[in-house]
């Protein structure tokens, strides 16, 4: 019994051995350097269509059988992991019952995808399996066949009525086949040789299907071919930790961290399959910092969803690093405890998503360690410096200063602005004045706390004529456009209005002014006018100040108690004094006080007269 094993074991072996020990460069081939085929053999190797030997040879005049040539045929397109694994789970049980197919195991995804792809049907594998017809060796007519269907072309073989085969030999071409012989002529692909045969029922050599298969690639990526899987959801995967998770009676969601720090949500509804441990769940089990394994679909929605509780995760900064044996780990936990752990040698260490040595992890980082049985198995690091892109959605104009976001993952996340922060806008040099509602934005922290801005200009969603402008407790434009439609729009409280190059409120437009305007949510939060002079008198609280250009920016309350946001310019002009008539100075000003000041409207700016500290 154990030599009859051994030499199934052996067996198994070697036909793996032979098919996929494949050397990773192509031009290591040993025995190509003069073939004829060599450049065919090369570009389909680099494609991973076919493969060489361990020995780095590619044995080009080596005969192909059909399983072999079946596998090389199923790689001609690139499908997506996702949504192969669901094509293998359709088809791999029904593989699995097929007589034959023990130690053949291997080539169930191929196949697989060979049955979808309608090259073979399902009873079609299974009779050649039962038959052993698919361990003979391919015959040339048999590969046309094959290639026709695979490169999508059987129902054009199939309608041909009329159609003349111009091969010396197309008498010996079986009389199904013939078809199949022609289209792959029609398109370039089978060649007859010098003595115009076509030869259908050679036998076919690796050179030779290496070459075939050249040229069908070549014929699909120039025709855009790629097969039709409306049966199929593609999914792409998460994984990562559970930092929150939100319960609806429609929808839920949950929050997943994955090793680079970026958050994402996740939607979770009835037809979720959610497992925890291996067991089906309900979303009531999931809890945070659960390991989760997802498969989303293109509307973000968990198709399956694979929670861990068996792993505790612990967060901190990291405080000292022993890495010398005994290798230790000390953290400043989210309670401000000091704790140390032992370090395995087979630790496995990632810093912003790449792994590193445990001697290279710095003081101060953030780390997530990954405990099972008392033992930490993996380290996540993350730089204490962060970036977020995305795009600006709101910005709280009450001292101090909110900015809110939605990054490119969905999540929103809001910090908190002050003068410390580095602002650029296109990466140059400029003013927190400039940042709108609406810009993409990349925004780095350190430990969460903002350090940097830089937006980029969004581009105006419209543009038109103003027609009306309704000044109330919430302020209305109408905008005509192009074509002449007019459309009412809701400006925001804290919309930002430029004319010409300077700073402006509503109480500066004028009907009949060309605008761009941009939109959030259902109101105007961006308009650039024509310029206008108009002067008025503000009483606020100091939000923010441009020392560079010296433009202070402030909450004007309205009489009806509104808030608007506005832009004073201070010059050497500008009468500054506190509430007791004393003389003070733009250096005097800070953000968060109250101040009273009197301005006038030159170009479109306001530029202060006085300005009363409060």
């Not at 050397?23 to 076919?50: L, P, Q």
């Not at 022993?322 to 400043?332: D, G, N, R």
Request: glycine share 4%; net charge negative; aromatic share 8%.
């Amino acid at each position: 019994m154990k030599s009859k094993i051994l030499n199934k074991i052996l067996l198994l072996t070697v036909v793996i051995s032979l098919l996929f020990t494949m050397t990773a460069n192509a031009a290591a081939f040993t025995d190509i350097s003069t073939h004829w085929a060599k450049s065919y053999i090369e570009r389909v190797a680099a494609k991973g269509i076919v493969s060489g030997y361990d020995n780095g040879t590619f044995k080009p005049d080596n005969n192909v059988t059909v399983l072999e040539a079946l596998v090389m045929i199923s790689r001609l397109y690139d499908i997506d992991d996702d949504l192969k694994e669901k094509i293998v789970e359709e088809y791999e049980p029904s593989l699995k019952t097929m007589t034959n197919t023990l130690y053949n195991e291997w080539s169930f995804e191929y196949l697989s995808v060979i049955i979808e792809l309608g090259v073979v049907s399902e009873n079609g594998i299974e009779d050649m399996f039962a038959k052993k017809t698919i361990f003979q060796q391919a015959t040339r007519e048999e590969i046309a066949v094959l290639l026709t269907k695979a490169m999508m072309l059987g129902d054009e073989a199939q309608s041909l009525k009329v159609y003349t085969l111009p091969f010396a030999d197309a008498a010996k071409i079986s009389t199904s086949a013939r078809p199949y012989v022609y289209v792959m002529y029609d398109k370039d692909i089978f060649e007859g040789d010098s003595n115009k045969n076509i030869n259908p029922s050679n036998k076919i050599t690796r050179a030779e299907i290496a070459t075939l298969l050249d040229k069908a690639y070549k014929y699909i990526d120039e025709n855009d071919v790629y097969p039709d899987f409306d049966d199929y959801e593609p999914t792409t995967s998460l994984s990562g930790i559970i930092t929150e998770v939100s319960e609806g009676s429609a929808e839920s969601y949950i929050y997943v961290k994955d090793d680079n720090e970026v958050e994402s949500i996740v939607k979770i509804n009835k037809d979720t399959d959610i497992y925890l441990n291996g067991k089906a769940k309900d979303i009531d089990d999931l809890k945070e910092d659960m390991l989760v394994k997802c498969k989303i679909n293109s509307e973000r929605i968990a198709v399956k969803l694979e929670a861990d509780s068996s792993t505790d995760v612990v967060r901190g900064i990291i405080y000292y690093v022993a890495y010398v044996a005994p290798a230790k780990i000390t953290i400043i936990d989210e309670d401000d405890d000091k704790i140390t752990y032992d370090m395995p040698t087979d630790v496995k260490v990632y810093l912003d998503g790449k792994e590193i040595a445990l001697k290279e992890l710095d003081k101060n980082d953030e780390v997530t360690l990954y405990i099972d049985d008392d033992k930490v198995y993996q380290i996540n690091s993350i730089s204490r410096i962060k970036k977020y892109s995305g795009t600006i959605t709101a910005i709280d104009y009450n001292y101090p200063i909110v900015v809110k976001m939605k990054t490119k993952e969905g999540v929103i996340k809001s910090f908190t602005f002050n003068s410390d922060v580095d602002v650029t806008r296109n990466d140059d040099d400029s003013n927190f004045d400039q940042v709108r509602v609406g810009d993409e934005v990349t925004i780095t922290t350190e430990y969460d706390e903002m350090i940097a801005i830089n937006t980029i200009a969004k581009e105006a969603e419209m543009s038109g004529t103003i027609k009306e402008i309704i000044i109330g407790d919430d302020n209305k434009i109408k905008i005509a456009d192009e074509d002449g439609e007019t459309t009412q729009y809701a400006v925001s409280n804290n919309v930002i209005i430029t004319i010409g190059s300077s700073n402006a409120t509503i109480y500066d437009l004028r009907v009949g002014y060309n605008v761009s305007v941009n939109t959030s949510g259902n109101e105007i939060v961006t308009i650039e006018a024509a310029q206008l002079q108009t002067a008025k008198s503000f009483s606020g609280k100091v939000i923010y100040i441009n020392t560079d250009d010296k433009i202070i920016m402030m909450q004007n309350i309205k009489d009806n108690g509104q808030k608007e946001l506005i832009y004073l310019t201070v010059t050497n002009n500008t009468k500054i004094f506190d509430t007791t008539g004393s003389t003070k100075y733009f250096k005097d000003l800070e953000e968060g006080e109250n101040i009273l000041s009197t301005a006038i409207s030159q170009s479109g700016e306001y530029v202060a007269a006085s300005i009363m500290i409060q």
